[in-house]
């Protein structure tokens, strides 16, 4: 009944760019905060980037920030994550995660806590 689907990702040489999107189905997106979450091979889980509801604060991981832009468009009850001058670093399965209150942090990323849908992921994969 509630469910994100993402969409987006692909093969990418280094220094392109993607964009990913995040449908929310089942339920209106503009009551959520979204995140965007990675998972490369033999790596844990990290956050990468958060957009809150209302007034729609954004958060991201140090390691993207500057390249990579978070952004949502209610009535088509979708977020985006835009990248760009995508690495090696950035080759991973990429998920959103929706929460019904604000964008949380950990560490100084983006915090899974809280997220209680998530979609099945989006590979990205960074290569020459």
């Known amino acids: 009944q509630l469910q994100l689907v993402e969409s987006g990702g692909g093969l990418v040489q280094p220094g392109g760019s993607l964009r990913l999107s995040c449908v929310a189905s089942?339920?209106?997106?503009?009551?959520?905060?979204i995140g965007w979450f990675r998972q490369a091979p033999g790596k844990e889980r990290e956050g990468v980037s958060c957009?809150?509801?209302?007034?729609?604060?954004?958060y991201y991981a140090d390691s993207v920030k500057g390249r990579f832009t978070i952004s949502r468009d209610n009535a088509k009850n979708t977020v985006y994550l835009h990248m760009d001058s995508l690495n090696s670093e950035d080759t991973a399965v990429y998920s959103c995660?929706?929460?019904?209150?604000?964008?949380?942090?950990?560490?100084?990323?983006?915090?899974?806590?809280?997220?209680?849908?998530w979609g099945k992921g989006t590979l990205v994969t960074v290569s020459s």
């Open positions: 089942g339920f209106t997106l503009e009551f959520y905060s």
């Open positions: 995660a929706a929460r019904r209150g604000p964008c949380t942090t950990g560490a100084g990323r983006p915090a899974a806590d809280g997220m209680n849908y």
């Open positions: 957009i809150s509801r209302w007034l729609g604060g954004t």
